[in-house]
């Protein structure tokens, strides 16, 4: 049982796309040899900034001999049709063997497909995966029209069992596959020639290469550690730094350094900010201070003088980045103090969109909308608008012009530097929010207000200039913004007709489309959590839609309700009746609701029914008015037995007409109080 | 293949020093040493030598200083390592060899970066210039954590994909010198050998002029003559593309060369009118399409141009 051992060395692959291309190596190389009839024990793949690997241990030695029988036409079938057999099966007309066959004598073919060694189905496979590799984005390099996501330079491809290792033959555009790699770029840069995954794995660790990335992911967190621990500092945990870091580097050494004590009043945000994003800096805090006071780097190098250099000059860099923010803090701070009317006044200047207006249109709008939603959150209307005036200020500032992704954060510093009450300046920091499905959804009563202002004024105003998204076109980012709204409204509670407040952001908006589009998000989101979507639809269909808090609570029971075999059989029984009744009602021309007497009930079933009815009705309209959507599914589903029984004993469509428009009436009762919960019409199964 | 060690030496002392070394070392890599594009440019990539050369099949080697000019990045000299006017030094091999990185990083050996001793990285940086219709994959070298070049792979430009691919390096050269000089604000930095009979520091050399841009660019460039200066290289440009292919004398000369002039001219505009905040983000998209558009035409005629030679030269 041989292994296999690939390596694809190339220069230096983007950190975020090792992951995946771990999988897919893996995947496209163990699929294509179990397709071709080999199998494995186990396979493993690895990569470094230079090189994706792969190891595939106790791969059959071949693939196994396979026999396929194949009919073809008859004997006498014209010529041309046992040429095309023959021209599919590769054989010649004396290989074939005449059959008896009920309808005559027939051609068949039997094609016997000899195994192949592992070596011709690796080679096979492995120039597939590499030609089709699924790079995010790839290259093309030289003269060559190979494409990798950065040049290839060399490939191992070996089979090794325990006489001996051998290399797969095979060239792709001039690049042969071999036995030979090399290690770390600076420390050891020489050729490596290798005989297994073993091999290779221990001979690269000796020329300063960590293959295995969880490897490289441990050492750097369990070195950062110890450099924090040593000065009392612990590090702030940050795993997806950690991957990208170690996506970077083949021989990982963390370094230590400190934040010069002049930055050390500058926002922890902002130390965050510049050493994560720009220099893939760890933060490291100070317990004692609660502060950020160093960081720790990972160098790719291990150098004669410990790395001195290295951190010398990283120091430097951050020093350059941290004096230009604090010289943006400073500057920000004074014009925060003096109320920020020079920023006010620049956002008349930046244009959100041609025909939206300026920055300083957009506020206003918002403003004005913030006080009306305000009484709708529990918010004080004057704060709502206040915060709306300022929440966006920070975009003048010139720190976040500097770093865009502190936008909020930096507001609602100034804003408390300018003196401005909590709920003000929370507003600034959170009225962006949520960002994304799993985004925390702000629950003061003022930010939540400034927050569906926000979104509701871009949403009514794109829609009032007809720049809806399209397809997979949504540039400004609107149904994120709808999904926004959706959450902050049912986190919340926030009851609210929304296409009134459409109007009042916008009364040029089409409400009703911007509505459907709505619920179109909503049942996305609602999806997620395990709502069928033709629930949605059967409650989307009744009055009050544009409540959302009411609409999910109608469609939540409904689904709990419609989860039990009472609710499915109830579904059926009401279908039933609306089905019998919209038949009847084609074929009369009119619509049975005139109500129906319990006089002309033949049956205790009939009887039954009536009763169970007088009893339901009062109590769904009550539940429905109450909002208990619960008790007033409960108020249908106790109608379940008594439509049962009524079905079963008694027929409609009778000859006595009295009687049988007195039973539609009747199904037209049941119609109706399905009706006060949702439009079972639309609902499946 | 030339390793890093083979360029060590005594580490440069001056601004020019930097540049020198560079020239030198990248001579000796057989490139042509060319001088920079005599027109207003926001980076050395705009450089005929590189957005026209990189483009059909001739192979081409070339390597030089850009001074490069962007309008917003003026601070009036005092910002430690902003500037409206900085230099870039440029190299552009086609075919990309494939020994590219390695002789790189002999490169920064030449000026005194030492890779055993300094933290020399490869990090991922896609290049796009929405105004070239260029686009290419490479990284930003990152030394000590600081961006010291830019390093891309052609793919497209002008809209033409890339036979041979280019392989495009750029030196940000004040910052890089700043950093192997050790200096932290460039106007601090010696331009010349400190030890001169005249010593001048690049404060000496540009101080003023940035001080002097920085209110031009910012506060003077009259607008309404920068935008119908806009309308006419555009003019210029379309006008130059749709002439006819034969001179007065009935000779085949089309032009692509002037006409990418006018292309590179609207470009400067465009950042001129930009840095006086005149053009709107929805406006800014528009001017960007208008200059692409620009440069796709210069593009195409330069290789059907190139193509008509290459064919003349194979039938003789």
Redesign the interface.
């Known amino acids: 049982m041989p292994d296999l051992l690939i390596e694809l060395f190339s220069e230096e692959i983007p950190a975020r796309m090792q992951a995946p291309a771990r999988e897919d190596l893996k995947k496209r190389v163990t699929d294509g040899l179990v397709e071709a009839g080999l199998t494995y024990r186990s396979a493993g793949a690895f990569s470094t900034p230079r090189r994706l690997a792969l190891a595939v241990e106790g791969l059959t030695a071949e693939s196994p001999t396979t026999r396929e029988e194949r009919k073809g036409p008859r004997i006498d079938a014209p010529d041309a049709a046992l040429e095309g057999f023959l021209r599919s099966t590769g054989l010649t007309r004396e290989q074939l063997q005449a059959r008896d066959e009920k309808k005559g004598q027939v051609w068949f073919a039997v094609v016997t497909k000899p195994g192949r060694p592992a070596a011709q189905i690796v080679a096979e496979v492995l120039e597939r995966t590499i030609r089709d590799f699924p790079w995010p984005k790839s290259m093309r390099w030289g003269s060559g029209s190979l494409r990798w996501v950065r040049p290839l330079h060399s490939i191992i491809c070996l089979l090794s069992d325990e006489s001996g290792s051998t290399v797969v033959p095979l060239e792709i555009e001039g690049i042969r596959a071999g036995a030979t790699t090399r290690g770390h770029r600076f420390m050891a840069p020489d050729q490596i020639t290798v005989s297994g995954f073993d091999d290779y794995a221990a001979k690269l660790r000796r020329a300063r290469v960590m293959l295995d990335p969880a490897e490289r992911e441990a050492a750097i967190r369990q070195e950062a550690a110890n450099l924090a621990f040593a000065r009392g500092w612990e590090i702030v945990p940050d795993e997806g730094l950690l991957s990208e870091v170690a996506g970077l580097v083949e021989w990982p050494v963390p370094l230590m350094g400190t934040i010069e004590d002049r930055f050390l009043s500058l926002p922890p945000e902002v130390l965050q900010t510049s050493m994560k994003e720009h220099q893939k800096f760890f933060s490291a805090r100070n317990p004692k201070t609660g502060r950020i006071e160093g960081f720790v780097t990972v160098a790719n190098i291990e150098t004669p003088d410990q790395g001195d250099t290295i951190l010398k000059g990283n120091q430097r860099v951050l020093a350059a980045r941290l004096s230009d923010a604090a010289f943006f803090w400073d500057n920000d701070l004074r014009e925060a103090k003096a109320g920020m009317a020079d920023w006010a006044d620049g956002l008349r200047a930046v244009t959100f969109q041609s025909k939206l207006g300026s920055q300083a249109d957009r506020i206003a709008r918002i403003a004005a909308l913030s006080r009306e939603i305000a009484p709708l959150v529990g918010a004080d209307p004057d704060q709502a608008e206040q915060a709306a005036r300022v929440a966006k200020l920070d975009l003048r500032s010139a720190m976040v012009g500097e770093f865009p992704e502190l936008q909020g954060t930096m507001g609602r510093y100034y804003a408390l530097a300018a003196g401005l009450p909590e709920p003000v300046a929370d507003a600034a920091r959170d009225h962006y929010s949520p960002l994304g499905p799993s985004d925390a959804v702000p629950s003061a009563p003022v930010s939540v207000a400034v927050a569906l202002a926000d979104k509701l004024d871009t949403l009514a105003g794109f829609w009032a200039i007809d720049e809806k998204p399209t397809g997979s076109k949504d540039p400004f980012a609107l149904r994120r913004a709808a999904l926004g709204v959706i959450r902050l409204v049912l986190v919340n509670g926030v009851r609210a007709n929304l296409g009134q407040t459409f109007a009042k952001a916008r009364s040029d908006a089409d409400a009703a489309d911007l509505l459907a589009f709505f619920h179109d998000r909503l049942k996305v989101h609602l999806r997620d959590q395990g709502i069928r979507h033709d629930i949605i639809d059967a409650v989307q269909a009744m009055p009050g839609s544009d409540d959302l808090v009411l609409l999910v609570n109608r469609a939540t029971a409904l689904n709990d309700a419609l989860k039990t075999e009472d609710g499915t059989n109830l579904l059926l029984g009401l279908k039933r009746a609306g089905n019998i009744l919209a038949q009847a009602e084609d074929k009369d021309g009119l619509e049975y609701s005139f109500g129906a007497d319990p006089k002309f009930a033949e049956t205790d079933q009939e009887r039954a029914l009536f009763a169970a009815l007088d009893q339901a009705e009062p109590a769904i309209r009550e539940a429905v008015r109450l909002e208990d959507f619960q008790a007033a599914t409960q108020g249908i589903a106790s109608l379940r037995a008594p439509i049962d029984g009524f079905f079963e004993a008694v027929q409609i469509n009778t000859d006595n007409q009295i009687l049988r428009r007195n039973r539609l009436n009747l199904l037209s009762r049941i119609r109706e109080a399905g009706r006060l919960i949702a439009d079972f019409n639309r609902i499946e199964g | 293949m030339t390793s890093p060690k083979d360029h060590q030496q005594a580490k440069p002392v001056c601004f020019q020093d930097v540049i020198l070394r560079l020239q030198s070392y990248w001579a000796g890599q057989g490139c042509a040493v060319l001088q920079p594009y005599d027109m207003e440019v926001g980076a050395g990539t705009f450089h005929p030598a590189t957005t026209l050369r990189s483009l059909g099949q001739r192979p081409w080697a070339a390597a030089y200083v850009q001074p490069s000019r962007r309008p917003t990045d003026g601070r009036y000299g005092e ?3 902003r500037l409206q006017h900085y230099y870039q030094y440029q190299v552009i091999i086609k ?4 020994n590219l ?1 390695q002789l790189y990083l002999g490169s920064l050996a030449a000026i005194g970066l030492d ?10 940086d ?1 290049w796009e210039s929405p105004t070239l219709g260029a686009w ?4 930003e070298v990152w ?4 961006e010291v070049s830019q390093f891309t ?1 052609f ?1 497209q430009v002008g809209g033409h994909d ?4 280019s ?1 495009e390096l750029t030196y940000g050269l004040e910052r890089l010198a700043m ?1 192997v000089l050790g200096v ?1 604000h460039v106007m601090d930095m010696p331009f010349n050998p400190p030890g001169s009979p005249i010593p001048l520091r690049y404060g000496d050399v540009f101080r003023q002029a940035e001080r002097e841009y920085s209110r031009w660019n910012f506060e003077q460039a009259d607008t309404d003559m920068l935008l119908q200066h806009f309308k006419d290289a555009e003019a210029e440009c379309d006008r130059i593309l749709s002439a006819a292919d034969t001179d007065s004398a009935g000779r085949r000369i089309p032009m692509a060369h002037p006409a990418y002039d006018q292309a590179i001219k609207a470009s400067h505009l465009f950042n001129l009118l930009d840095a006086r ?1 005149v053009i ?4 800014r998209q528009a001017y960007i399409g208008r200059v692409r558009a620009l440069a796709k035409r210069c593009a195409d005629l330069f290789v059907t141009t190139e193509a008509a030679v290459l064919q003349a030269e194979d039938a003789a």
């Open positions: 910002n430690p390592n075919p990309s060899p494939p990185q890779p055993m001793i300094h933290d020399v990285r490869f990090v991922e896609d290419g994959l490479g990284w030394c000590d954590g600081m792979y793919q890339c036979r041979p691919v392989g950093y932290e905040g709107s983000v929805t406006e």
